[in-house]
């Protein structure tokens, strides 16, 4: 579905959606991005090509670069006319990755009794 | 094949129809109650945050799948095809217990006014706001059976917008919450009346089954423990113990089938999803409780139902007020809705109707992060997790159901090009609900709003829709009662005009929907149709 590249910058885009900077989970904690890779292979299977455009569009270096680095990047395709909604779109999908997780839960106060 | 004989068929076994089949069984009828779905279980349902009844991002997890698709209008009249979850589609759940399975269960009676709209505020241009022909006193003594034989929790001295009722309810009112306590006291401040929300839930052992344990997911999920009461665990099961109710599932009955001369119902024809056939099934008595979007369609199919079939499609509008609160509140004490106030559902000043405002169910996690955040909030990085971390626990929010002012406009009919996966076409939503509606919701708003002020929120947001079609889980309106043929569906008795022994036992015989969550008045609407069914035999 994704190459190395890809699923590097998919990752890395993952943990800026949902940082972990202060000590609290984030989203690679909560696995956001294999949900992320899990949903393509099927339920978002449309949006494959979308995906690929935008990860590829995040340059080969986007995973090694530092995290503030990263989040310049991030607003300006958050900005831009042609990357703007796919953006919103997977940051969206990582959030829905994130707060299925029980790390999520435990991290807002959701607490599970039966 | 040869056509096998019942006194009554029953098409869907859902909120009505699960009512109809075991008034009708345990009166010594004979009875096929047909469902297109399966029977459910909190197994096959389970508790995944992305597909259920009530957050459906990727599919749900009560049906129906994809070999139900509709079509929906766009406000230039164009149409594209949903599936069953996604927007616009207005589904509910399909199996055994369809919605009663999954819902939040709020009990709520209509109020004497929402019997009469159209005498107490007049007829809104453009509208089709009219009376019912019956009125609450001749559906009290139904809501009184159905709350016994069902199970709803509550205090029938705290329904004080009601004509008084004494006898008890089965089962005292539910657990309060921290976020019930807060608004009891900010709507005491007010001068505003409140009431405990009246649940078909267990809040004591009862019926063989176990009392709510509170769980945090409820609403659109089935219960782990089955304290949730739907037909699916009190009508059907008893329907089936009486010996006279043979229920079968993975039938989609495609045609209302009539004698010669068109005014008797003979039976119907189905197909099944066991056999992969078709079967037809005769019968002295024909019910349909498809719900208000089915039942519309199948009507349609037959050549029934005159020019008011599939018009005035209601469901119910929520405003939503969420505000923040300087404290933790959220105790986990589910279900979550506990505390309403009845205040303005009528009576207001310049405003057609009105309606029920109340706490909500527990948001899951991904529905808070959805649902209930500001809406100027960022929707990535450490800002947006962190608010939500700080504040989750201190959001409180009050919403509840307006009272659809209708359009005929808003409607269902057939779609004329896309079928669905047994070739017959696919139902077809198109319209709005009439401009009054959203006017009343925007006042709704703004009591709701007073309350979270009242409650001492320090900032706040939200709103109420605009002009949509207003249908969903709470659909009715589109086969209304009527004495006058020309100008409704049904009789007073739920029988189809022009039919003698056709029935309808959903919500789509409703005028107006009330301002309350509307199953106990379909369910109360079922039992009495039914027992006017066995009184003519």
Redesign the interface.
Known sequence: MLNETQTANLKAFAA????D??G?P?ALVAGADMHIRA?LAR?LAPDVPAYRVFLDALGTDFAALPPGRQ?AV?QGMELSAEHGTMF?RM??H???GF??SPA??R???????? | MAATKYDAVVVGAGAGGGVIAWTLAQAGKTVLLLERGRGLTFQSTGRD??RNQRLS???HNAGPDETHPRTVADREGKLRVVQPWQWGYCNNASGVGSGTTVYGAQAWRFHPLDFKMASTYGVPEGSSLADWPIGYDELAPFYRLVENELGVAADASQMTHLPPYDAPYPMPPMTLSKSGHVLRRAAAGLGWDTLSVPLAINTVPRDGRDAC????HCVGFMC??DAKNGTQNTYIPRALATGNCTLLTGAMVTRINRDAEGKHATGITYHSLNTGEEHTVDAQIVVISGGAVETARLLLLSGLGGEHIGRHLQGHYYPMATGLLEE?I?D?IGPGVTTATCRWNHGNDGIVGGGMLADDFIP???S??KGYTPPDLP????E???W??KN??RTIRVMGPTQDIPSPNGRVTLDPNVRDAYGVPVASLSGTTHPETVRTAAFMFTRAQEWLKAAGVVQMWGGSPGLILSGGQHQAGTARMGDDPALSVTDRNCRVHGMDNLYLGDGSVHVTNGGFNPFLTVMALARRTGQHIVSQW
């Open positions: 800026r959606i949902v940082p900077d202060d609290t984030g949903l339920d989040d991030l919103r940051a969206e990582v959030q829905e707060y299925i999520a839960w991290l807002i106060g959701w607490e599970v009794t039966g | 945050h992305l991002l990727y599919g344990i509170h769980c945090q782990p423990v933790d959220w986990g899951l996690p991904l808070f992060w929707r990535w990085g450490l947006a997790k962190q939500m971390q989750h626990r």
